[in-house]
C-alpha cells in the first residue's frame, strides 16, 4: 500500500517539474458526502470534515497541473434515510478516505488572474478533472449490531468546479465543490468482494452501481514563483 502511493507520488514530481516558473500552495477545509447503498440519498449536503492540500504549477494562462491530497470522513446510517427499504434494513457505517489526485484546472478566465495590480481578473471560475488514487476504510454495523472492519484501495475520477478571488499580490480566497467517482462498491463495505462478506453483509446493495463521495470546501491559496515568462510583466 505504502508502496503504490509513495509511486503516485514521485510520478507527480516528475510531471510537475516539466512545466513552469509559476506555483500556487493551498489549504482546504470543508465537508465531505457519501454517496452510495447507506444512508440517506441527497448528493452535496456535507455530512463529514474533511482538509485538504493543494499544489499547482502553471503550464499557460488558461491551465494549471494540479496535485491534491485529502483526507475525509464517510458515514451512512440507514436510520436517516427517506427510502422506506433502508430504514427496514438499518445498517450503518462509519469511515474515511485519503485521496492523492492529479490532473488539469482550467481557468474560465485566461487573462493572467495573478497580475501585480488589483485591478483587473480578481475572480477566476476553474474546473478540474483528472484521476485519484483512494485509500479507504471503515466499519459497517447491521442491524442486529453485528459490526465489520474493511479497507481497501481504487482508483477515482474527480470532478470538481471552483472559484477563486484574488485578496492581494500573492493571496486567493477558493471555494470548490466536487464529485470523485470511484471504481469500487465497497466504500460503505458492502460489495460483494468487501472483506466484511463473510459477516454477511454482502448481497444488499445495487452491484451495478459504484459508490461516490463529494467535497466542498473553502481555503487559501498562496502564489509564488516567476509569472514574466507567462505574462510579460
Given at each position: 500500500?505504502?508502496?503504490?502511493n509513495?509511486?503516485?507520488?514521485l510520478?507527480?514530481a516528475?510531471?510537475f517539474?516539466?512545466f ?9 477545509g470543508?465537508?465531505s458526502?457519501y ?16 482538509a485538504g ?6 503550464i499557460?494562462?488558461?491551465m494549471?497541473m494540479?496535485m491534491g491530497?485529502?483526507y475525509?470522513g ?6 436517516d ?16 478516505v485519503?485521496e ?8 474560465f478566465?485566461?487573462?493572467n488572474?495573478f497580475?501585480?495590480?488589483l ?15 483512494i485509500n479507504?476504510s471503515?466499519?459497517?454495523t ?17 470532478m ?6 484574488k485578496i492581494s499580490?500573492h493571496?486567493?480566497?477558493a471555494?470548490e ?7 469500487t462498491d465497497d466504500l ?7 472483506k466484511a ?9 445495487n ?6 463521495f463529494t467535497f466542498?470546501s473553502?481555503?487559501i491559496?498562496y ?9 510579460g510583466f
Open positions: 500500500m505504502n508502496k503504490i509513495l509511486s503516485f507520488l510520478l507527480f516528475t510531471i517539474q516539466g513552469g516558473q509559476q506555483y500556487e500552495i493551498g489549504l482546504m470543508g465537508g458526502k454517496i452510495g447503498d447507506i444512508g440517506r440519498e441527497d448528493y452535496f449536503l456535507p455530512s463529514d470534515p474533511g492540500l493543494l499544489f499547482k504549477s502553471t499557460n494562462p488558461w494549471y494540479r491530497l485529502s475525509l464517510i458515514s451512512g446510517d440507514d436510520s434515510s427517506d427510502s422506506a427499504g433502508r430504514q427496514m434494513r438499518n445498517y450503518a457505517f462509519d469511515g474515511n485519503i492523492v489526485n492529479m490532473g488539469i484546472e482550467y481557468n478566465f485566461p487573462r488572474p497580475k501585480k495590480t485591478k483587473y481578473n480578481r475572480l477566476t471560475p476553474y474546473m478540474f478533472s483528472g484521476i485519484s488514487l479507504y471503515g466499519s459497517i447491521n442491524k442486529e449490531g453485528l459490526t465489520a472492519d474493511y479497507n481497501g484501495l481504487s482508483l477515482g475520477i474527480p470538481v468546479l471552483g472559484v477563486k478571488y499580490e493571496f486567493l480566497l471555494f465543490s466536487g464529485a470523485r467517482y470511484t471504481f460503505d463495505g458492502t460489495s460483494k468482494d468487501s462478506y463473510e459477516f454477511n453483509f454482502a448481497g444488499t446493495t452491484i451495478n452501481s459504484n459508490d461516490w466542498t473553502i481555503g491559496i502564489t509564488f514563483g516567476d509569472l514574466s515568462c507567462y505574462f
